[in-house]
Nanobody
């Protein structure tokens, strides 16, 4: 019933830009904080970005700050991650996730997100 579906993953070259999208259904989207995480092979899942209910607050990992932009469209129940100046180290499976009861201060923690998509692969070659 609750679904989050990522799309937009591609194989690109360093320096390229790419926008990922997350289409959701089955829950009250506007009442959930939305986040993006990524996981490279044999690595732990790491926080990328999060956006508050109305989109007025955002948080980014230091590694992507200034290059990535998270946004949401509550009318369409979608979230996006715009990525620019991509680097090989950005290569990973990117996941969107939704959190309802967690505090904003803990949005970088994967465990506070109850709903997850299946992920979309982004491959950045040098």
């Amino acid at each position: 019933q609750i679904q989050l579906v990522e799309s937009g993953g591609r194989s690109v070259q360093a320096g390229d830009s790419l926008t990922l999208s997350c289409a959701t259904s089955g829950f009250s989207f506007s009442r959930y904080v939305m986040g993006w995480f990524r996981q490279a092979p044999v690595k732990e899942r790491e926080f990328v970005a999060a956006v508050s209910w109305k989109g007025d607050m955002t948080r980014y990992a230091d590694s992507v700050k200034g290059r990535f932009t998270i946004s949401r469209d509550n009318a369409k129940n979608t979230a996006s991650l715009r990525m620019s100046s991509l680097k090989p180290e950005d290569t990973a499976v990117y996941y969107c996730a939704a959190s309802y009861e967690s505090n904003w201060s803990s949005m970088y923690i994967p465990q506070v997100y109850a709903h997850w998509g299946k992920g979309t692969l982004v491959n950045v070659s040098s």
